[in-house]
């Protein structure tokens, strides 16, 4: 997903290149199409053969005077000679998307935001580093501020990291759909995919996927299982579909851990809970202690793993 974004952030800064050459070209045209500066501009380019040619002081010198005569013509039309020259809107890498062999940071910026758009997530807004314990009351603020830290030095690693999935689990409002999103924008900020959907949403997307002809379901499937960070959100509010729930959740979590993809999930489900209404196999991979984070949100102890 990210090459995907990045190869079109390129492609668009390559055609918009291309564009402000074309209408720099067209700028040069229309002044030309008048007969005071196609005059002096031919007076001009001649002499200047000449002198280039032929050398010497004194075709230099009327090279010189005829181009002063060419810029006052354009002038007098309203023009200038840098009008003829692209636009650049990065001083940086003259809008080639490289510098010093590198990545340009206005490519970076343009990607972010086209991550952003792909993502459905503004890198605009609340992120991990935003998290302020003062702004909360009660014993919760300590246990939110260690989650944040966690989450934050889990961001710094990211996608190095040994565990690929994050379970949040604790009721309602404890803050775990504002960890996520705050997560999937640090991720973004970063130059990293993070798609985040609601548990009804991805339910609904994996019945979609289940009906559709199999031509179409890597195409369906593509974003939930190229994003490197997954967020599927207060997971146990979806209906229940046979063949497909619990079948869909275990695939895209077996096939996104194999592949080194990170999935969170948040809950309002107790681990004991998720063993009941899903099944054993989908309880012993969120959580499995070699691959998983438990971040718990209420309670005395909050473990992380
Ligand atoms: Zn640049």
Redesign the pocket.
Known sequence: MTGEVLKKVLDEKRAAKRREEAAARERMNAALSLPDVAEAHREYINILHESLRYGGADRAERAELAHAAYVDALRAAGWSEEDFLPRIS?E??E?T?I?DGRI????KKAFVRALGVACDISPKGFALSDFSADAIKGPQAERLASVYAKMCAYAKKFPDVNRNIIVCTGKTGTGKTMLAEALARTLIRRGHSAVMMSAVAFNSLMLKCHTSPYSEREGLLADVMSAELLVIDDLGTEPRYNNVTCEYLLMVIEERTSKGLSTMITTNLSPDRILRTYNERIYSRLFDKRRSVTLLFEGEDLRLN
């Open positions: 990065c940086k890498c809008d998307g510098c340009c940071d206005c490519v």
